[in-house]
């Protein structure tokens, strides 16, 4: 079941990287703040919509950004079958600094 339709137009594929890993970042972080609260239904549904994001990136990058992708999403798997809560903090970390360095582009005055 596709659970970002609205992202399937095309939107997100007209997006930065940057901005789609921010994007997936906030599924990351939101899979370990519901496996905090105890709510596996909750972290398994922020799981799948990572892997959605992740994949729908991986439909749009060629080369050396595709295979990072995959790598990605293949740790990212891994992490959430064998979850650990120190791990999955390091995970939330790298994909936390494309989400600073995306609000810093975007906040940033246009040169004039």
Known sequence: MIQHKSLFDGR???????????????EIDR??????KGDSAQSD???DR?????????MSAQGAALKELCRLKENVCYHYL???ETEWNR???YFDFFAIAWRMKSHRPNDV
């Open 12 to 26: 997100w594929a007209k997006m930065t990287l940057m901005e789609q890993m921010a994007n997936i970042g906030s």
């Open 31 to 36: 899979v370990r703040s519901w496996k905090r």
């Open 45 to 47: 549904r922020a799981f």
């Open 50 to 58: 990572a892997i959605e994001l992740l994949d729908m990136s991986k």
């Open 82 to 84: 064998n979850y650990d």
């Open 91 to 93: 995970l939330c970390k």
